[in-house]
């Protein structure tokens, strides 16, 4: 129960900072019947019944071919919780893996993407719902920084490109410790994917190198959270955020005249 209001309390947060939903919202979740999207779902249906505004929630699961155990078992754990379901086998995702086994995830999810916005526009939701984590945040921050040239993570909030889905990432809060330990504590049948049993990736090395670091720093994670909504586009190498000539119009009188009493250069 203590688990569960935890969770709650996180979701809520992001729903209402991120404004994530609103009145009349039909959203559907996607449910891979892994440990995140598990608690996604639960996470909605029990903030439907305490919201002040109406919304409902449905769930749909696509099949790419990466499950590791049939996801029979959850029909019924879903239907025990009144959960509208709809699964679906996407056959050109399955005739990817079966041509190219070793494709990316870029080929994958551009394949699930398709396949997602036609199963929400079948379900009349104008809101999709993914259970990326606090961890995903951080992870792609870190991925996508050291290995993309870019700062950026996910979106919390974003729109398909012909703005007929609002997409969602509401536990963008919630770390999988807590995922893991709400879906234990559930008893959910839960299904894992061949992906994340993969080891020597980039996605891999990442997590070990936060699973070192949180040894020492537990709060890791909502640090850097914390950091990725206060950007300081000042102290970055942006040209579109910096400001070359000086704001009164005058030339600064030289790089150390706007130092700052903390930027202090030691030599190493
Ligand atoms: S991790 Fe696996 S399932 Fe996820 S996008 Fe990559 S290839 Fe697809």
Redesign the pocket.
Same mark, same amino acid.
């Given at each position: 129960m203590e688990l569960q209001k935890a969770i709650l309390r996180k979701v809520g947060e992001a729903v209402t900072r991120f404004k994530m939903i609103r009145e009349g919202d039909r959203i559907a979740v996607g449910f891979s019947g892994g440990k995140d999207s598990f608690t996604l779902l639960e996470a909605l249906l029990l903030l439907r019944e305490r919201a002040p505004i109406d919304f409902t929630v449905c769930a749909f699961t696509i099949e790419?071919g990466?499950f590791l155990k049939p996801i029979e078992p959850f029909r019924e754990f879903l239907e025990a919780r009144g959960v509208e379901w709809t699964y679906k086998v996407d056959n050109p995702s399955l005739r990817l893996l079966a041509e190219q086994p070793d494709?990316?995830?870029d080929l $994958?999810?551009r394949f699930?993407r398709r396949a997602v916005y036609q199963i929400a526009r079948e379900l009349g939701a104008n809101v999709i719902a993914f259970g990326h984590t606090a961890d995903d945040f951080c992870e792609s921050f870190l991925r996508n920084a050291m290995f993309t040239g870019r700062l950026s993570a996910l979106p919390p909030i974003t729109w398909s490109s012909k703005r007929d889905f609002r997409i969602i990432r509401p536990l963008l809060y919630v770390t999988e410790d807590l995922t893991r330990a709400y879906a234990g504590e559930t008893g959910a049948p839960i299904i894992p994917?061949? $992906?994340s049993m993969k080891t020597g990736t980039v996605r891999r090395s990442i997590r070990d190198i936060f699973t070192e670091f949180e040894k020492d720093y537990p709060h890791l994670k909502s640090t850097m959270l914390s950091a990725m909504g206060n950007i300081n586009t000042g102290r970055l190498l942006d040209l579109r955020y910096l400001d070359l000539e000086s704001s009164t119009g005058e030339e600064p009188a030289g790089p150390l005249a706007i130092l700052q009493e903390d930027e202090v250069f030691t030599e190493s």
């Amino acid at each position: 129960m203590e688990l569960q209001k935890a969770i709650l309390r996180k979701v809520g947060e992001a729903v209402t900072r991120f404004k994530m939903i609103r009145e009349g919202d039909r959203i559907a979740v996607g449910f891979s019947g892994g440990k995140d999207s598990f608690t996604l779902l639960e996470a909605l249906l029990l903030l439907r019944e305490r919201a002040p505004i109406d919304f409902t929630v449905c769930a749909f699961t696509i099949e790419q071919g990466k499950f590791l155990k049939p996801i029979e078992p959850f029909r019924e754990f879903l239907e025990a919780r009144g959960v509208e379901w709809t699964y679906k086998v996407d056959n050109p995702s399955l005739r990817l893996l079966a041509e190219q086994p070793d494709h990316g995830c870029d080929l $994958c999810s551009r394949f699930r993407r398709r396949a997602v916005y036609q199963i929400a526009r079948e379900l009349g939701a104008n809101v999709i719902a993914f259970g990326h984590t606090a961890d995903d945040f951080c992870e792609s921050f870190l991925r996508n920084a050291m290995f993309t040239g870019r700062l950026s993570a996910l979106p919390p909030i974003t729109w398909s490109s012909k703005r007929d889905f609002r997409i969602i990432r509401p536990l963008l809060y919630v770390t999988e410790d807590l995922t893991r330990a709400y879906a234990g504590e559930t008893g959910a049948p839960i299904i894992p994917c061949g $992906c994340s049993m993969k080891t020597g990736t980039v996605r891999r090395s990442i997590r070990d190198i936060f699973t070192e670091f949180e040894k020492d720093y537990p709060h890791l994670k909502s640090t850097m959270l914390s950091a990725m909504g206060n950007i300081n586009t000042g102290r970055l190498l942006d040209l579109r955020y910096l400001d070359l000539e000086s704001s009164t119009g005058e030339e600064p009188a030289g790089p150390l005249a706007i130092l700052q009493e903390d930027e202090v250069f030691t030599e190493s």
